[in-house]
């Protein structure tokens, strides 16, 4: 009988380690994977780059902001990008490693949309910085927010080397529209959700006029080119 309450007691504590064990399995917590971009000015070393004289970041109006927001879309919870990259948000990078609990404490139980959009206004001022650094003209409030939606996209690495900053610069706006649509390939691919936001910065940057339908000249290169890559 002693040995047969040995084996039960045996039984029973080995049985408790199982179901402790599972417990500690179901707890590491598990972040979904989604097809979305990383945001291209995060993907670069992080400039401050110093402004020119009486200049001062001038802000993202609401109207362009919202482009941004439906671009990148929202998401309260941590996840993994397409790169397995840690992001939350709007697009907002945690870490160029996938999500694994460590992530700071106010990550993770999540965050709100208010919080989150003042994370993204916070991260476009990198955005700004790339725009207001790099293009020599006067810009309207919606070609203001066009550009940098499209730096957050791509990166301000890539619109500093862009034709589309040339032809900005050179003040031929009517070129705008084909040298922003050739930014729609990702990976290899030409991906529709790029072209969409492609068109809607190009009316965002014609907001109070009409879209021009330029005839590309003989020489200018209209090849689709690659967020991931730039333009060589």
């Not at 439906?70 to 996840?79: K, T």
């Not at 993770?108 to 993204?120: D, I, T, Y």
């Not at 809607?200 to 014609?206: G, Q, V």
């Amino acid at each position: 009988m002693q040995y047969i309450c040995m084996a039960g007691f045996i039984i029973i504590v080995m049985a408790s380690g199982f179901v402790g064990g599972c417990k500690k399995y179901v707890e590491i917590p598990s972040y979904p994977t989604m097809d979305t971009l990383t945001a291209g000015i995060f993907l670069e070393p992080e400039e401050r780059t110093a402004l020119p004289p009486e200049v001062t970041l001038r802000g993202v109006y609401d109207k362009g902001l919202q482009l941004t927001k439906e671009s990148e879309g929202f998401r309260s919870h941590l996840y993994n990008d397409a790169a397995r990259y840690c992001t939350i948000a709007y697009g907002h990078l945690v870490k160029l490693a996938p999500c694994d609990g460590s992530e700071p404490e106010e990550f993770l139980e999540g965050v709100s949309e208010p919080k989150g959009a003042q994370m993204l206004r916070k991260d476009m001022e990198l955005a700004e910085r790339a725009v207001l650094t790099g293009v020599k003209v006067p810009l309207t409030d919606g070609q203001y927010a066009a550009l940098c939606d499209f730096v957050y996209n791509v990166g301000g690495g890539n619109f500093r080397r862009s034709t589309l900053l040339k032809v900005i610069n050179e003040d031929e706006f009517e070129r705008v529209p084909l040298q922003l649509l050739r930014w729609v390939k990702a990976g290899g691919r030409e991906l529709a959700g790029l072209k969409k936001r492609r068109e809607r910065e190009i009316e965002l940057f014609f907001e109070d006029s009409a879209i021009p339908r330029a005839v590309p000249a003989p020489d200018e290169i209209l090849t689709p080119i690659d967020i991931q890559q730039g333009e060589s």
